[in-house]
């Protein structure tokens, strides 16, 4: 099949064997692999036999098929208003299903990279409207009148001057034997209803009622129960094992090796659990293993050798000698976990005739090929099904979890759940990288930036830096290069890869510059932003109005620049995921420390799908932001993290969160995503704040171990 | 292996165990109830909340041994089985929920702390709910939604379980 755009967006539809009309990308006709597993929301299993975005039912019912992973994010939700709004259907008589992976009907089935919603809007709005201009055809000749005679409204075709209505439903049928038309108008944005209102998640009365909606909680009658030991420092390999005593623990328990790691199999999750601890592993050292110690003695070699030039403007050397005066400041991030409240797990049955897999994965696509390549068989034999995550900020792009079920699986011939314990999770091996970076500021009598470095020195971190972004562009001269080590420690993406904790280290550092030249940080920051507009340097890869607009959006909000008596501010803006996110932090002290009190945050995504979806994205991104940079962190002692569970590792509570008030800039520009943006500011307005008020610059993560005398007794 | 009868929402329930096994795995393993979550293991999460006599109990640290004989458990689908828990309401009505994975253990115990406490002050429920960790950041609604719970029982508008 070739990948022609054309071909991609071809809408076909089809008149359901019941009545009712299917409509869908990519109509190839074939079946579909599976219906749907999750219970509660999956009684349109003859639908989801049919390929298709949404189908319309005899009685009026509109089904809408989300097929992105569902993670917290809110897509199960954001998809079918988009598709509902183009539709004009009565959101009350909307079903949901999530689809399982079918890469001939959909494209990019993955929650990641904030790209769900900027990828889909314009195909999920045409999905909607070609099905409401079809049903519009269909009345129109029903009542023998022109289609431009008749308007939609909640499911009804309405004929304008006769008032006559007909429902969705009666026309379905009709309307799916019409030629689908390939001009479709799409609606003025002023005219969106469900779009920009605030819409209830879809399946929160499932959640709140405890109904079985994620991977751990998947359950097949006859499948087994398995807990893997993986080898308990990074650079270690598995030597021998005994599992004399965990086989006798209980009765078919099963013990088998898969390459470096020992998995033990069993009827319960108890019994696997203690079977576990029965087996006896002797491991051998296969590569270094590293301690916390070790990466600070890299950071400095890296800062100080040879790396690698991401972007050269102007030049630095001559800049920096002409200076009147140079800033230098150096900022660290330790390795994070990405804990989702869910442990990983993932179901797989591996049978002759192909393999199952169900359960909780950002990426199927890639955990259907990677299983297909692992087992040697056709990709096309094994399908995905996709639970709902018990979050995943980056964690779930990964496919390890989903192999050594499927390994596993086909080694003892059965069903199975592998399983992880929080220890697991937590020492298992995909983490935030830990970086330092160093930055350096030249500025000329007057307090302009006339050159600005900064080398990012990071631990399987890849390019550690994100060299197009501001201030680049605002500064004639500029370097920005990387340095990298390679560690047994494996990392991953994590919630705004590289961004989440370069953005606290950019931000901050500019505020160093700013309190150097005598500044303030807004007005610096819009300085830099009139230079890039008026005289950029290089290629500029950032949007100067609307990076201008939520700085001044959230100044105005924050009342940035009134003096709040006992208030200090700490101000920070950022571009990622291609949306836009400035912060005002309010900081007061309290008995002497620095109590953050609250959080303006001003975000650009273009239009809002979701009022309610945006607003939880953006206040639980800036959480995540503050809970990690005042408490996170990952330590190493010979290649084993020293926090493995809740008790050392230290997630934010309830009684640590400020208060936060999100602003959106209402500026009408196709949406972008929402997941990651809101995170990468928090770190640096909360930095900048605690700076105003107490004078103590922050510049390693986690904050509260930089300095614990200054947050003593706060929390 | 040793049987066990619980009473689990109201019904009664044999289950033939080992002994040491915490009451999260009996519950979601042999009683099939999946709403009650597996967190950390080691009570420092909250997501394996269940009420044991009407208590907010941590369910990954009760072997099921040593509970009393007649004791009742009762986990998220119990307290809502004819019509939504003010709790569960409050929480739709603030969309509450993003993964929603905490959310069982969040939303019993709020309603074990409203029990105890039908008016919680902002720092009642701060301290009461400090031990439920959410990882997607939703404590500034389960909040409200606590209050919002409170203020619909006072006026006996919604469902305060059985």
């Known amino acids: 099949m070739t990948k022609n755009n054309s071909r991609r967006d071809f809408l076909k539809s089809t008149a359901l064997s019941a009545g009712g009309l299917i409509l869908g990308f990519n109509w190839f006709g074939q079946e579909a692999s599976a219906a749907t597993v999750v219970e509660g929301i999956a009684n349109e299993a003859g639908n989801t036999a049919f390929n298709a975005f949404l189908s319309i039912q005899t009685d009026g019912i509109v089904t809408i098929f989300s097929p992105n992973p569902e993670i917290g994010q809110g897509i199960k939700t954001a998809f079918p208003i988009i598709v509902a709004e183009e539709l004009d259907a009565d959101w009350a008589n909307v079903k949901v299903v999530q689809a399982p992976l079918d890469t001939k009907k959909f494209e990019r089935q993955v929650a990641g990279g904030s790209g769900s919603i900027p990828h889909s809007w314009q195909r999920l709005r045409k999905a909607g409207a070609t099905a409401r201009q079809m049903l519009v055809e269909a009345a129109a000749k029903r009542w023998g009148v022109s289609a431009s005679e008749c308007s939609t409204e909640k499911s009804f075709v309405i004929h304008t001057a006769s008032g006559k209505k007909l429902g969705y439903g009666e026309l379905a049928t009709e309307a799916a034997k019409l030629t689908p038309p390939t001009d479709v108008k799409l609606k003025d944005k002023k005219d969106f209803k469900l779009i920009g209102s605030t819409v209830k998640g879809v399946d929160n009365q499932a959640l709140l009622t405890g109904k079985p909606l994620f991977g751990l909680d998947f359950y097949r009658e006859g499948m087994k129960f398995a807990m893997i030991q993986r080898p308990p420092a990074f650079g270690m390999k598995l030597k021998s094992f005994d599992a004399s005593a965990a086989k006798a623990s209980a009765s078919g328990i099963e013990v088998v090796s898969l390459k470096d790691k020992v998995a033990i199999v069993g009827k319960s999750t108890w019994e696997v659990k203690k079977a576990r601890d029965l087996v006896k592993i002797e491991w051998e050292k296969a590569a270094n293993l590293e301690s916390s110690d070790d990466h600070n003695r890299i950071f400095k070699e890296l800062l100080d050798g040879k790396a690698e030039v991401r972007r050269k403007d102007g030049d630095v050397e001559t800049a920096f000698k002409d200076a009147a005066k140079i800033v230098e400041a150096e900022y660290q991030c330790p390795f994070l976990p990405h804990n989702p409240m869910e442990p990983m797990n993932f179901f797989a049955h591996v049978r002759e005739d192909g393999v199952e897999l169900v359960g909780p994965t950002q990426t199927p696509q890639n955990a259907q090929n990677q299983t297909a390549k692992l087992l040697n068989i056709p990709a096309e034999k094994v399908t995905v099904e996709l639970t709902k995550m018990g979050g995943g900020f980056g964690r779930r792009l990964g496919t390890d979890y989903v192999l050594e079920a499927a390994e596993l699986s086909s080694i003892i011939k059965a069903p199975v759940k592998v399983m992880w314990t929080r220890e697991d999770d937590m020492s298992g091996g995909s983490y935030r990288p830990a970086v330092r970076y160093r930055f350096r500021a030249a500025l000329d009598k007057q307090g302009n930036m006339i050159g600005y470095t900064l080398r990012g020195a990071g631990i399987n971190a890849g390019n550690s830096t994100r060299q197009d972004n501001f201030p680049a562009g605002a500064v004639s001269n500029l370097l920005i290069d990387s340095a990298e080590h390679k560690s047994p420690i494996t990392t991953g993406p994590w919630r705004a890869p590289i961004t989440n904790f370069l953005a606290f280290a950019e931000q901050s550092f500019l505020d160093e510059v700013a309190t150097a030249a005598g500044k303030d940080a807004v007005q610096f920051r819009l300085e830099l932003l009139e230079k890039a507009k008026t005289a950029p340097t290089g290629e500029i890869k950032y949007n100067i109005d609307r990076m201008k607009a939520v700085i001044e959006l959230a100044a105005e909000k924050s009342g940035w620049g009134k003096k709040k008596k006992g208030v200090s501010l700490g101000f920070s803006v950022y571009f990622s995921h291609a949306s836009y996110v400035a912060q005002v932090a309010e900081v007061v002290m309290k008995k002497g420390k620095p109590v953050l009190q609250k959080i303006y945050a001003a975000v650009d995504c273009g239009i809002v799908v979701n009022q309610s979806g945006a607003r939880n994205q953006v206040t639980g991104g800036i959480v995540d932001g503050i809970g990690h940079a005042m408490y996170g962190n990952l330590t190493f002692k010979d290649g084993t993290p020293d926090q493995k569970n809740f008790n050392a590792f230290r997630l934010i509570k309830m009684n640590e969160i400020p208060a936060i008030e999100v602003s959106f800039v209402n500026n009408g520009i196709d949406p972008t995503g929402l997941g990651e943006p809101a995170l990468p500011p928090t770190g640096g307005s909360v930095a900048n704040a605690i700076f105003k008020a107490t004078g103590k610059r922050l510049r390693n993560q986690p904050f509260i171990e930089e300095d614990q005398k200054l947050f003593e007794s706060v929390s | ?162």
């Open chain 2, 1 to 162: 292996m040793a049987i066990f009868n619980l009473t689990v929402n109201g019904k009664k329930t044999k289950v033939d165990v080992e002994p040491d096994m915490p009451l999260l795995w009996v519950v979601r393993d042999f009683v099939g109830l999946k709403g009650t979550k597996f967190g950390c293991g080691m009570a420092q999460c909250g997501a394996c909340t269940v009420h044991v006599n009407g208590e907010a109990t941590r369910s990954c640290q009760i072997p099921v041994s040593s509970l009393a004989k007649n004791a009742k458990i009762t986990t998220i689908e119990g307290i809502g089985e004819t019509q939504l828990h003010a709790v569960q309401q409050a929480w739709i009505e603030e969309q509450v929920p993003q993964c929603g994975y905490c959310q069982s253990g969040q939303i019993m115990s709020a309603v074990a702390l409203l029990k105890a406490n039908p008016n919680p002050t902002d720092a009642d429920i701060d301290t009461y709910m400090s031990g439920n960790l959410c990882r997607c950041g939703t404590y500034d609604r389960i909040r409200k939604g606590i209050h919002r719970a409170a203020e619909s029982m006072k006026t006996g508008n919604a469902g305060t379980g059985k």
